[in-house]
């Protein structure tokens, strides 16, 4: 089949990037990722999650940083809320609001318990009444569902599961979901039957794939995603992060190896890839590390050269 003729991508640097990092981040950083991020084209940014600070301390500063953007017009801010709880601090003032809240599932149960202390039931419970809320003013809903490639605790996950959590996210009302590999163990054969198995529930314009990349495939995974006409994907500007209740799983596909790839499949992603490297150098530098991206490396190289 044809390639999609562009990609969007969710860069979720400062969330999922960040999430993970021991030392504490000031939000004065965040915020210039995040304006970084989209003056290199980005138009979809996963700024910050509504978590527990207990749970996640990096997050404590969601509102903080939400405030702190220049708002870009054309640019989509989301945010991730767990609970009522979680959005109702995400809508509590005018100049946080974000564009999208993301509930965020398991395909995995012990993912579920481990990730956001109940099962998949109670998630879906918990997660309606964000949903309603979030679409009686306006804000637009996503789901992320992780594990679906694989689970530090459960081992293999069947596409039905994949399936059934999709199906349930529909029942919500979720308007589009992520297929995510959160500890990066799927390869695109794999990867094509959780796509299948999402797409009895969402149309293809509804799904997006979210790849970490701790076994190095996410670029091929994003490739299979690719054949079969997903055109929405998520990555992290350096390769940032991890999931602190995923051990041993490192970032997601870097969005500088991601849009490489996109551009040279003449795929039109709206993004500058030399400022989107410049992006992750900002990060990386005040991570005090290299960019954990093969391509912002060799386009670095290549500037010294
Ligand atoms: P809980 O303990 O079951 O909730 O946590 P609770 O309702 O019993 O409340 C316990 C305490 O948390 C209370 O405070 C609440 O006020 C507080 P205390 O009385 O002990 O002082 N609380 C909150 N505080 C701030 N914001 C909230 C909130 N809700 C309760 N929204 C909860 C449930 C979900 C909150 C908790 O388990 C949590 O915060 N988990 C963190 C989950 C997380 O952020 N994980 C990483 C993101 S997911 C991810 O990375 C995967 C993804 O990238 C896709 C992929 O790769 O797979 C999306
Ligand atoms: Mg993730």
């Not at 990609?7 to 210039?32: H, M, T, W, Y």
């Not at 590999?181 to 797409?199: H, N």
Request: with cysteine.
């Amino acid at each position: 089949m044809k390639f999609p003729a562009q990609v969007r991508i969710i860069d979720v640097g400062p969330r999922d990037g960040l999430q993970n990092e021991k030392q504490l981040i000031s939000a004065n950083v965040k915020i210039e990722l995040v304006h970084r991020l989209q003056a290199a084209g980005l138009r979809e940014i996963e700024v910050t999650s509504y978590v527990s600070p207990k749970w996640v301390p990096q997050m404590g500063d969601n509102a903080q940083v939400m405030a702190g953007i220049a708002r870009k017009p054309g640019v989509s801010y989301s945010v991730l809320t767990p609970n009522l709880k979680g959005f109702e601090a995400a809508v509590a003032d005018v100049a946080i609001k974000p564009h999208e809240i993301v509930v965020f599932g398991a395909a995995s149960e012990a993912f579920s318990q481990k990730n956001i202390n109940c099962s998949i039931a109670e998630s879906i419970e918990r997660f309606a009444p964000v949903v309603q809320a979030a679409k009686a003013q306006g804000i637009a809903v996503r789901g992320a569902m992780s594990c679906t490639l694989g689970c530090p605790y459960e081992g293999e996950i069947a596409p039905e599961r994949v399936g059934y959590l999709a199906g349930l996210m529909r029942g919500i009302g979720v308007e589009r979901v992520d297929v995510a590999d959160t500890i990066g163990v799927g390869t695109p054969r794999k990867v094509q039957r959780a796509f299948e198995a999402t797409l009895a529930h969402f149309s293809i314009d509804e799904v997006s794939g979210h790849f970490h990349d701790t076994y190095g495939q996410a670029l091929s995974n994003t490739l299979a995603a690719l054949q079969m006409g997903v055109w929405n994907f998520q990555s992290s500007v350096a390769g940032l992060g991890g999931c602190p209740y995923a051990k041993g799983a490192t970032g997601n596909v870097s969005t500088e190896d991601v849009v490489y790839l996109l551009h040279g499949l003449g795929i039109d992603t709206g993004i500058d890839l030399e400022a989107l490297v410049d992006a992750g150098q900002f990060i990386s530098a005040a991570l005090g590390r290299k960019p954990n991206s093969r391509v912002a490396i060799a386009l670095i190289n290549k500037r010294l050269s």
